[in-house]
């Protein structure tokens, strides 16, 4: 049996096995729904409706090595008329992670990887608002690091008065 050596390629190769690694695997519409409840008469409505927009983060863990991070964004413009339209999307990435340490998960999954998903939700979003034959919704950026801040807080808030663990809590969203 031939004998291992201790070179300096072999060390490389086993510090580059050990490093974290972090890759986009997929991303992906889970679903969609886009309403236009009131139509025809929208159309002849006057008043500029108001925005109520909320948005919530889920993680599922696909595998060892695989998470499912869903980026859900919730739009509803209505008026004293009624309601114009109703946007529900729930859009999704696929993140391969290896050799992240367990206090570094929660960070990424639930900051970085929405971060990178939402431009692209942002764009489903504004094109179904376009397509129910409204002027498109730009969603201004959301800062998921003062979001997940916030839940970690709510969270340790809630252990402190003898709660339970918040599992899923909705971050505020920004209207």
Do not use: C
């Amino acid at each position: 049996m031939a004998e291992q050596e201790d070179t300096p390629e072999s060390a490389l190769n086993s510090d580059q096995d050990a490093a974290p690694q972090v890759s986009a695997i997929a991303q992906y519409i889970k679903d969609l729904s886009a309403e236009n409840p009131s139509a025809p008469q929208v159309f002849q409505w006057q008043a500029a409706p108001q925005l109520d927009v909320q948005f919530n983060i889920n993680v599922n863990r696909v595998s060892e090595e695989v998470h499912e991070v869903v980026l859900r964004i919730e739009i509803k413009a209505a008026s004293e008329q009624g309601a114009h339209f109703l946007v529900d999307l729930s859009y999704a990435g696929l993140f391969g992670l290896r050799n992240i340490p367990d206090d570094a998960l929660p960070p990424f999954l639930l900051v970085e990887a929405p971060r990178l998903l939402f431009p692209f939700a942002r764009q489903v979003v504004a094109e179904a608002v376009t397509n129910l034959g409204f002027p498109p919704v730009l969603l201004d950026p959301i800062d998921f690091g003062t979001a997940y801040m916030a839940q970690l807080e709510v969270g340790n808030n809630a252990l402190a008065d003898g709660g339970q663990p918040l599992a899923d809590v909705e971050p505020p969203g920004n209207a």
